[in-house]
């Protein structure tokens, strides 16, 4: 079975503490994704990497980086976490040839609150 | 930017009654996607649907892609309470690129 795996599910931090959210997929996919999402506002795409070591920015990129040193791990980083990144956050993953019909393959998500 | 909205945002309908999802834009797309989630778990894709007015049936789901590749529906016939929880469509742009357009989502209860 194929699987998306993101090491915690839930996380409370503080104001301007350092976080790290982890995603594992076990399916060689080239392409990885890291979204938020809130009600009402849908999926909104923070991060792309297409491949190791490659990303692009998404649509709301500020206040987050990444790290994409292997093929099956992609990471999220809060440098400074801030309240209004509390959030539900779901990391995704597609093989590269799907290119853009391809089925995105989500893990649980990881629901962060910022106090 | 494109935007997809959804409709209506939540529905709380009784067992056995049949409903219908929109997702609509003023951009044409070049394939839309659904995807179903349910509470703590991530999204999972139901159908991808590529042709203007394509069709697709998924059981009791019926999916359409509208003639202009800029709207989709997503009809379900007598629902069932395993049939709750948060319907996203997703666009993949013209342009080719990897930003998916996820919709705003529809919160849909079905009621025993």
């Known amino acids: 079975d194929v699987k998306v795996t993101q090491s915690s599910r839930y996380l409370v931090k503080r104001t301007g503490e350092k976080v790290f959210l982890e995603c594992v997929q076990d399916?060689?996919?080239?392409?990885m994704f890291w979204y938020r999402q809130d009600p009402g506002l849908g999926l909104r795409l923070i991060y792309f990497?297409?491949?190791?070591?490659?990303?692009e920015k998404g649509d709301i990129p500020e206040g987050y980086s990444v790290s994409r040193e292997k093929k099956e791990r992609f990471s999220l980083i809060l440098e400074s976490a801030s309240t209004n990144q509390t959030s539900m956050y779901l990391c995704?993953?597609?093989?590269?040839?799907?290119?853009?019909?391809?089925?995105?393959?989500f893990g649980e998500g990881s629901r962060l609150t910022v106090l | 930017t494109q935007l997809l909205e959804q409709s209506p945002q939540f529905l709380s309908i009784q067992e056995g009654e049949n409903l219908t999802v929109y997702c609509n834009s003023s951009?044409?797309?070049?394939?839309l996607q659904w995807y179903r989630q349910e509470p703590g778990e991530g999204p999972v894709l139901l159908v991808t649907?590529?042709?203007?007015?394509e069709v697709k049936k998924l059981k009791r789901l019926t999916f359409q892609f509208g003639d202009a590749r800029k709207d989709s529906s997503l009809h379900i016939t007598a629902a069932q309470p395993g049939d709750t929880g948060l319907y996203l469509c997703?666009?993949?742009?013209?342009?080719?690129?990897?930003?998916?357009?996820f919709g705003t989502g529809t919160r849909l209860k079905v009621l025993a």
């Open positions: 951009s044409v797309f070049s394939s």
């Open positions: 995704a993953s597609r093989p590269d040839w799907a290119s853009n019909t391809g089925e995105l393959f």
């Open positions: 399916m060689d996919h080239e392409n």
């Open positions: 997703a666009g993949t742009p013209t342009s080719g690129t990897y930003k998916y357009i």
């Open positions: 990497s297409y491949d190791v070591k490659m990303k």
């Open positions: 649907v590529v042709t203007g007015g």
